[in-house]
């Protein structure tokens, strides 16, 4: 095992919703998805990664209301095992930023609290999707674009 796959290993991860992320990579049924070698990623790792969950939790609040355990099971589900600890900040810095809403679903201390994307927040979502189509074409694809072709594609044209 060199360096670059050492840092990663293989587990089974149901492709139905279990009752949190912890109990999703315990199963052995399903496809194959990837989780971190130990528990915690490097600082560089996890800044790129916190951008990619975001975006994720992004796409999703635009289109229901959504909230903590059922992202912690959806992240998991492609592969993200995401600790409370992680996510409940980075839904609060995306309320703070402007790009979620939260609200109560009953009137009990402990009620669901949803996030749904705020008007701020689609406006991000939609250069984000263009930027990363972009990125995906070049990385991935390893389809250069010219400079004049990338400004088009930021205009929307």
Do not use: C
Request: no cysteine.
């Amino acid at each position: 095992m060199n360096a670059a796959t050492a840092m990663f290993r293989t587990v089974a991860i149901p492709r139905t919703r279990a009752r949190s992320a912890r109990i999703a990579a315990s199963r052995t049924r399903a496809t194959v998805g990837i989780i971190y070698a130990g528990s915690m990623l490097s600082p560089a790792d996890r800044e790129i990664r916190l951008g990619i969950w975001k975006i994720h939790i992004l796409h999703h609040a635009a289109k229901r209301d959504v909230w903590g355990l059922w992202l912690l099971e959806e992240l998991a589900e492609h592969g993200h095992l995401l600790s409370p600890g992680t996510l409940y900040p980075a839904l609060a810095r995306m309320e703070q930023n402007g790009w979620l809403v939260k609200r109560k679903t009953g009137k009990h201390a402990q009620a669901r609290q949803t996030f749904r994307i705020t008007p701020q927040g689609r406006a991000l979502l939609r250069v984000l999707r263009r930027e990363v189509t972009e990125l995906y074409r070049e990385v991935v694809l390893g389809k250069e674009i010219d400079a004049r072709t990338k400004q088009r594609h930021r205009r929307g044209q």
